[in-house]
């Protein structure tokens, strides 16, 4: 019995551990390309961040871990999660630079 209790614990702390070390990867086949090139889901992600709008699951997920995020460096991302933050900073920038105005003063 006292096995069983023991192996519940870790098994739960190491959900625990593994949630704060990493964001979720459940979002990561986003089809980044398809959403930037597409201004309606652009614009949704942004209004989103700015509280001007609704939240699909995806942009309330990246609403969510943004702030953290940003103030560390994004050291909880993925690869994937990292290449696509470039790629999409990247996109706002060169592309709509009034929305990126909006976002740095978040």
């Known amino acids: 019995m006292k096995l069983l209790a023991t192996i519940i614990l870790l098994i739960y702390l190491h ?8 964001y979720s990867t459940k979002y990561d086949g986003v089809d980044l390309n398809e959403v930037l090139s597409n201004d ?3 614009t949704g992600y942004i209004n ?3 509280d ?10 990246l609403k ?22 470039d790629q ?3 996109f706002i ?7 990126w105005e909006k976002l740095e003063k978040m």
């Not at 959900?15 to 990493?22: I, P, Q």
């Not at 001007?52 to 997920?61: D, I, Q, R, V, Y």
């Not at 920038?93 to 929305?99: G, V, W, Y």
């Open 48 to 50: 989103c961040l700015l």
């Open 40 to 42: 309606r889901l652009t």
């Open 15 to 22: 959900g625990v551990t593994s949630e704060e070390l990493a």
């Open 93 to 99: 920038i060169d592309h709509r630079p009034e929305d």
């Open 64 to 85: 969510k871990n943004l702030p953290d995020a940003i103030q560390n460096d994004c050291m909880k991302c993925s690869s994937r999660q990292r290449e696509g933050a």
């Open 52 to 61: 001007n709008g609704p939240c699909s699951p995806e942009a309330k997920e």
């Open 88 to 90: 999409v900073l990247d």
